[in-house]
């Protein structure tokens, strides 16, 4: 069974088990067991533009960016293990944790690496 929309862990849980009452209700035959969450997605906005170009160039071996197929560029950490869409915007995706912790855990570490890649702002003079 696939739940999505949950905010929380306890949430997905209890919607899982609702559905499988109902169906139960229904007359089929399942039971209720072995519960795993198998994928987080979660979003934020770290409110700065960033330079995806010079980020590419540096954590090559991470990432991947192809703006003429996808505007965003694609961040594969490998510990916690979890996937991070980067856009030029400064909104980020998170997807491929199991945990809320990792997602935590993610942001914590790539935050840093994301403030080096900031975008300086231009002052027009006058």
């Not at 915007?89 to 491929?96: E, R, T």
């Amino acid at each position: 069974m696939v739940c999505t929309g949950a905010k929380t862990e306890q949430q997905s849980l209890l919607a899982t088990r609702k559905y499988a009452w109902i169906l139960q209700k229904l007359g089929f035959n399942i039971t209720f067991n072995d519960f795993k969450i198998h994928n987080i997605v979660a979003s934020c906005d770290i409110r700065f533009p960033l330079s995806l170009v010079r980020l590419a160039t540096y954590h090559g071996y991470f990432t991947v960016y192809e703006p003429e197929l996808f505007p965003g560029l694609i961040y594969r950490m490998k510990e916690p293990r979890v996937t991070i869409l980067v856009f030029p915007s400064g909104k980020i995706v998170l997807a491929g944790a199991r945990k809320t912790a990792e997602i935590f855990e993610a942001v914590k570490n790539i935050y840093p690496v994301l403030m080096s890649y900031r975008k300086n702002k231009e002052f027009k003079s006058s």
